[in-house]
């Protein structure tokens, strides 16, 4: 069976507290971009063998470290009958560039083997199961755009509709850990809530929806403001940085395609363009 992961950007994120258990409460709407992965799964003869094959844009870390090879453990571990499989991922989104596709790849992995195992496990176990995988893990199981509280597990799906716009998106090639961007950032309470600032026009967004890592990123890596600049000056109505960077986004209006020079080993996508 074969599916297609694909990437997140989040439409304002705000940290409002720290915890005790090492995590950030925070609030932001999570939405679902048409950018993938492709994610192949097939049962293998062999019992007890797994195998998990990469192909396109590097993954950090060891094998054991992946996300679709740690979704297989977790759930080999409490349904040992699960059937040994092949697992081959075509990599086409940037890593830790704040688009989240190591956490689609983990939670599409998760309903993949789901549906590949028959464990009937329900929408809250996978949500469950994907928790414990990553934060932004839960959205990926339900996929629709949401306002999101906790750890980013509390979903609470919005209705907005962005089908006039077409996107921007590009990652300069500079990886920000999330943890170390988190430890950048003093938490604090907005006193406007994205879950109402959402709901504003788009033209409004450019000085109330707030991603607050980008200041501190900005900050350690100019490029990635001199990005959202390009952006806005090409005409975008709104742009932001996504997650905890390095990519920005812009939104246009999707009857005028920008054209946008940027160094070669950028990487940009339009997506949503008449
Ligand atoms: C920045 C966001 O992308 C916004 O959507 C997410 O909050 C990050 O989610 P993620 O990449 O799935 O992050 P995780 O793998 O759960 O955590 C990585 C590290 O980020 C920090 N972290 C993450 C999420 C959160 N709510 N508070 C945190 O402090 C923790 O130090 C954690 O060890
Ligand atoms: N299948 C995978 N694809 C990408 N990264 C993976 C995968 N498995 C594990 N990782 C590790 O997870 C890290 C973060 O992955 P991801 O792409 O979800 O981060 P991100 O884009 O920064 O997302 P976020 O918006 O959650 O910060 C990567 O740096 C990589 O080391």
Redesign the pocket.
């Known amino acids: 069976m074969v599916v297609f992961p694909n990437a997140k950007i989040n439409l304002g994120l705000r940290i409002t507290e720290k915890r005790n258990d090492g995590y950030h409460e925070l609030e932001t709407c999570f939405y679902p971009l048409p950018v993938f992965d492709a994610l192949e799964i097939i049962r293998l003869p062999a019992v007890g063998s797994f195998r998990f094959n990469s192909s396109g844009l590097d993954?950090?870390?060891e094998l054991q470290?992946?996300?679709?090879v740690k979704a297989y453990s977790i759930l080999k571990a409490d349904f040992p009958g699960l059937p040994p499989v092949s697992v081959f991922?075509q990599?086409a989104?940037p890593?830790?560039?704040?688009?989240?596709?190591?956490?689609a790849?983990a939670s599409f992995t998760l309903k993949l083997l789901n549906q590949l195992g028959g464990l009937n496990l329900s929408v809250q176990q996978l949500l469950d199961y994907s928790l414990r995988l990553?934060s932004?893990c839960p959205f990926f199981i339900i996929n629709k755009p949401c306002y999101a509280t906790g750890r980013g597990e509390v979903l609470e799906p919005v209705a907005i509709d962005l089908s006039a716009f077409g996107f921007v998106v590009i990652n300069p090639g500079i990886?920000v850990p999330?943890g170390q961007a988190f430890s950048w950032l003093t938490p604090a309470k907005p006193k406007e809530s994205i879950r109402d600032l959402i709901h504003l026009p788009v033209e409004k967004w450019k000085d109330v929806l707030i991603n607050d890592f980008e200041k501190s990123v900005v900050t350690r890596h100019p490029e990635v403001g001199q990005v959202k600049d390009l952006l806005y000056r090409s005409g975008a109505v709104y742009a932001s940085m996504?997650?905890?960077g390095s990519t920005v986004y812009g939104l246009f209006p999707n009857d005028h395609y920008p054209v946008i020079s940027v160094p070669e080993h950028y990487l940009i996508r339009y997506i949503g363009f008449k």
């Open positions: 993954i950090a870390g470290d992946n996300l679709c991922l990599k989104i890593s830790g560039a704040g688009l989240g596709g190591g956490s790849d990553g932004d990886h999330t996504s997650g905890s």
